[in-house]
């Protein structure tokens, strides 16, 4: 009797499971699947407190001999030497009965962004986000790791509007200070999430990804931050930094993410923007918006001016 | 420039153009257009020390608005008051209600004038 997908998923999933019986983790439930494996909600019987556990999906070979398992511990490590409020904070690393790795990280109460911009957002509150999601990236690049697979499912806004930057499994080490080893992605490699993949990436070019690669995917987030309201526009401006980060050409693009960041935060005060020349007129009803105040009582003042000259 | 500085600037200059503004209003007055710009700008510089140096101790907009409209309308009624004592007529609307808005202003521009750096500064 052949089996309906229905049960073939459900013996996947006991198969799956992970067996955490000889830690001091007691694995809850499922709260994310991805690509390379799952994340778990888990109690820490020691601390008594809630993590979260990834593991790598089976099947894999035992030990973490494996292309998953190596790039789990990969990311593990590269976690755990990144200290930034917007990466997640890693714990623990081990290996299950089965022999598949796992890493333990903090919990994090929150949405993942794409089901954040599901309710209505202010302006400036996406644009916060967005500031927060660079200042991680600019951070890691700092420590000369580049994210390279920056996607609304791969960023949580957690309940108290921190933002946290996940999934640094096929990160890219540039400059070896950690002791991590240096890329492990075969060159030809396709890897990324279409739509925010840089075109080097696209091209399997891996090793041409540099920090100018994750300014690419944050042009994307960018865009899907800023949608505007079906019949309404991207204003110019804003549309000119989303196109340039989004170069085809990686010479093209804002060369750093702090770059891009300021542009954004210029934009979001009212000032003139790096990606974008505006007209006499667009400089005009900036100004007039923005000194909109000072207008209306100046204009008061000559309103009443001239009203006492009718009634002298 | 500090919150003060720019009181003082903003007022003076509003107070040149509203003594000169007295040419249209009144054409009469011409000949002591002199003496009316020197007192308004006189009046200028002081609402706007005042106002400015408000800005720069309390931090609040909606403040801010309501403390220039209220220096800018006691200096206004000084001049009125002044006018009185001279023999003149009492022009309490022409000379309250647009120095009133002149406070406004500055109290305005005050408050928005360096918003970051201050706060940066005056916390010290
Ligand atoms: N620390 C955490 N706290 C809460 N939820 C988490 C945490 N880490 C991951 N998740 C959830 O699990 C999902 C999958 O995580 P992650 O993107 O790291 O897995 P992945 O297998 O590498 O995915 P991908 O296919 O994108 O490479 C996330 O989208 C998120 O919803």
Redesign the pocket.
């Given at each position: 009797m052949p089996l309906s997908d229905a049960a073939v998923a459900s013996l996947r999933a006991l198969a799956d499971w992970p067996d955490t019986s000889d830690s001091k983790y007691d694995i809850l439930e499922r709260?994310?699947?991805?690509?390379?494996?799952?994340?778990y909600l888990a109690h820490d019987r020691a601390l008594d407190r809630r993590v979260?556990i990834?593991v790598v999906s089976l099947p894999e070979p035992p030990a973490g001999t494996g292309l998953a398992g190596e790039r789990l511990t990969r990311e593990a490590r590269i976690l755990a030497g990144l200290e930034h409020p917007g990466l997640?904070p890693v714990h623990d690393v081990g290996v299950l009965t089965d022999g598949r790795p796992y890493y333990v990280?903090?919990?994090?109460r929150g949405t993942?962004l794409d089901a954040y911009l599901q309710s209505p957002r202010t302006e400036a509150a996406r644009l916060r986000i967005f500031a927060r999601i660079c200042d991680a990236i600019a951070f890691a690049h700092q420590a000369g790791v580049i994210h390279r697979?920056l996607?609304p499912?791969?960023i949580?806004v957690g309940a108290f509007g921190e933002v946290l930057v996940?999934?640094w499994?096929l990160a890219r080490i540039r400059l070896d200070r950690s002791g991590v080893s240096p890329v492990t992605t075969q060159p030809g490699t396709v890897m990324g999430t279409a739509g925010f993949m840089a075109p080097e990436l696209a091209a399997g070019r891996s090793d041409a990804s540099d920090e100018r690669t994750d300014v690419y995917a944050l042009g994307g987030l960018l865009e899907v931050l800023t949608q505007p309201p079906r019949g309404q526009f991207t204003p110019r401006p804003l549309a000119a930094i989303i196109a340039k980060a989004r170069a085809a050409s990686p010479a093209d693009r804002y060369p750093a993410v702090e770059a891009l960041a300021s542009d954004v935060e210029r934009y979001g005060a009212g000032d003139p923007v790096a990606a974008y020349r505006e007209g006499p007129l667009e400089w005009a009803s900036r100004h007039a918006t923005r000194h909109q105040t000072a207008i209306v009582l100046v204009a008061v003042y000559i309103v009443i001016r001239v009203i006492l000259l009718a009634f002298r | 420039m500090s919150k003060p500085v720019f009181g003082l600037i903003l007022g003076g200059i509003l107070g040149i153009f509203d003594g000169l503004s007295a040419l249209v209003s009144a054409p009469e007055v011409a000949p002591q257009i002199v003496g009316i710009v020197i007192g308004s700008t006189f009046k200028g510089l002081i609402t706007g020390v005042l106002i400015g140096y408000f800005a720069r101790k309390v931090h609040s907009l909606p403040l801010g608005l309501l403390f220039g409209l209220v220096v800018g309308a006691v200096l206004a009624y000084g001049v009125v008051a002044l006018q009185i004592a001279q023999g003149g007529k009492a022009y309490y609307l022409p000379i309250m209600l647009p120095g009133s808005v002149l406070g406004l202003i500055v109290g305005y521009a005050t408050q928005r004038h360096n918003e970051h750096a201050s706060e940066v500064a005056d916390s010290r």
């Open positions: 709260i994310g699947r991805g690509g390379m494996g799952s994340v979260a990834k997640v990280m903090k919990w994090i993942r697979d996607t499912a791969n949580m996940l999934d499994g | -």
